[in-house]
């Protein structure tokens, strides 16, 4: 499906473009869905660069950073990882969700995030890479209170000095980002369904329920409304039936405030 453009609602753009232009690395926080993917994207597209993605997770190994050894024909070669590559080409290296990996991917990180921008290879030739000029950083870090997530160690939040903080949008600003990916949707379907989420996000931060809607789901929402289902059925399906794994008091909670909005 053809994505459609990000909508820069928070002047991030301007804020990366002189980062960029500063060489200052760039730290995004905020939860799941509000669109830090994109805008990485839409940046580095805008600057014509290549992007180099590592997804962090516990599984993620510093040899996926650095590069393994490799071994053909009797001779020792070495298959380098994407942190290295990222800095000897200069593209764009966009660290996403840094805050799942664990503490020695995250010191291997560290050497070369600081001023001098180096990596030694000591896994091969023990070479010396020094970044290229161009090379640049963009990292996201979801809220602590997402599964998963540790706090990043101080050093290592000292080499991201520019911080973007990103939420969820403004009930209308929200409504304008989801026109772009459900075009046809009737505005007060897409309105109902953006206040249902708002007031799902809001008991969800005050721990009444267990999860928070993102705009990956009042994007959903929204398409499937325009498929042709009726918008309490979308409702109850992307909204609503999430909350059945916490147990049938939650779901119920949920499922009244959608028949107050949408009837049932
Ligand atoms: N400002 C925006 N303009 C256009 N689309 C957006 C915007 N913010 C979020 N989206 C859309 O919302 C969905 C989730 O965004 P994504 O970038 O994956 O979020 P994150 O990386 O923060 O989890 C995507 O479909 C994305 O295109
Ligand atoms: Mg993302």
């Known amino acids: ?21 500063s060489g200052l690395f760039v730290l995004i926080i905020g939860p799941k869905g509000t669109g830090k993917t994109t805008l990485v994207k839409d940046f580095a597209k805008s600057k014509s660069a290549r992007l180099d993605s590592i997804n962090f997770s ?9 590069g393994t050894k490799t071994l053909s024909d009797g001779s020792v070669g070495f298959d380098e990882g994407l942190l290295v590559r990222s800095m000897r080409e ?16 995250l010191l291997r990180l560290d050497e070369a995030l600081d001023d001098r921008r180096q990596i030694v290879l000591k896994e091969s030739s023990g070479e010396t890479i020094q970044a290229d000029k161009d090379w640049f950083v963009v990292a996201t870090i979801n809220p602590l209170t997402h599964v998963g997530t540790k706090e990043l160690p101080p050093q290592l939040l000292s080499r991201f000095p520019v911080r973007i903080r990103l939420e969820y949008p403004p009930e209308k600003t ?11 949707v009737p505005d ?10 708002n007031i799902l996000r809001q008991a969800a931060a005050v721990e009444e329920i267990n999860y928070s809607p993102s705009m ?6 929204a398409r499937l409304v325009v498929s042709g289902m009726p918008p309490a059925a ?19 909670k949920v499922s009244d405030i959608i028949t107050s909005m949408f009837g049932g």
């Open 234 to 252: 979308v409702a109850a399906i992307v909204f609503g039936n999430v909350y059945a794994q916490w147990g049938s008091v939650e779901y119920q």
């Open 188 to 197: 007060d379907d897409l309105e109902q369904g953006i206040r249902l989420a």
């Open 90 to 105: 200069g593209s764009m290296l966009y660290l996403d969700e840094l805050n799942s990996a664990e503490a020695d991917v």
């Open 1 to 21: 499906m053809q994505e459609a453009a990000y909508l820069d609602w928070n002047n991030s753009f301007e804020i990366l473009n002189k980062a960029h232009e």
């Open 216 to 221: 990956r789901e009042t994007i959903s929402y």
């Open 58 to 66: 516990l599984r993620t190994r510093e040899s996926h950073l650095v």
């Open 174 to 184: 929200e409504f304008e980002i989801v026109k772009r990916h459900a075009p046809g």
